[in-house]
């Protein structure tokens, strides 16, 4: 083997090992986001919506990466003519695993965004009409987000675009009759 061919066989063999590396860390099958309020494409009780009391239902995870510095939530309704976010949410500490109803995330040191009304918070969902899906996903990251300003969504997924290490969502559905 000339030096030619041993460096081609190094240099494939080091693409190799960087792409599986990639794909083990971004996607481990056991990263799951749950609420107790409601289960995967199940309704979302009227309590988290604007027809009551409007509050951030409970979620808790689990089975997140070793490396998991921070988490991220972006809660949206891709249903809407525009998909229209309710919930943006970071450095989220890695060590937590569960958010409360009604958490007030500054309690955990997190950061809250803001939302497709451009306020902080959450707001949850209330469609014009029809029955609508809202998503609430859960980015593990491999570090904490620096800008400490309320980020929308579109800035917090490019600011966490190369250090997602996995990512997982939960679906609840909303009905307006």
């Known amino acids: 083997m000339n030096h030619r061919e041993a460096y081609n066989a190094i ?3 080091l693409i190799f090992i960087f792409i599986a590396s990639i794909s083990k860390s971004q996607t481990p099958s056991n990263f799951k986001l749950i609420s107790s309020a409601f289960e995967e494409g199940k309704p979302i009780p009227a309590k988290y919506t604007c027809d009551s009391s409007n509050i951030s239902p409970p979620l808790s995870w ?3 990466p070793e490396k998991t510095k921070s ?15 309710h919930w943006v949410v970071y450095n ?3 060590t937590i ?7 007030n995330v500054s309690e ?3 950061i809250e965004g803001l939302n497709s009304w451009e306020e902080k918070g959450y707001s949850g969902p209330c469609p014009p009409s029809g029955s609508h899906r809202y998503n609430f996903k859960l980015y593990a990251l491999n570090k904490l987000i620096t800008q400490t300003e309320k980020l929308t969504k579109a800035e917090l997924l490019e600011v966490m675009k190369d250090h997602i290490l996995s990512e997982t969502t939960l679906t609840g559905m909303f ?3």
Request: hydrophobic residues 50%; glycine residues 6%.
């Open 175 to 177: 009905r307006i009759e």
């Open 92 to 94: 989220i500490p890695g």
């Open 62 to 64: 689990s089975g997140f």
């Open 97 to 103: 695993t569960t958010l409360q109803e009604k958490k």
């Open 71 to 85: 988490f991220a939530i972006i809660m949206d309704d891709p249903d809407a003519s525009v998909t229209w976010v």
């Open 108 to 110: 955990i040191n997190a």
């Open 11 to 13: 240099l494939l063999l």
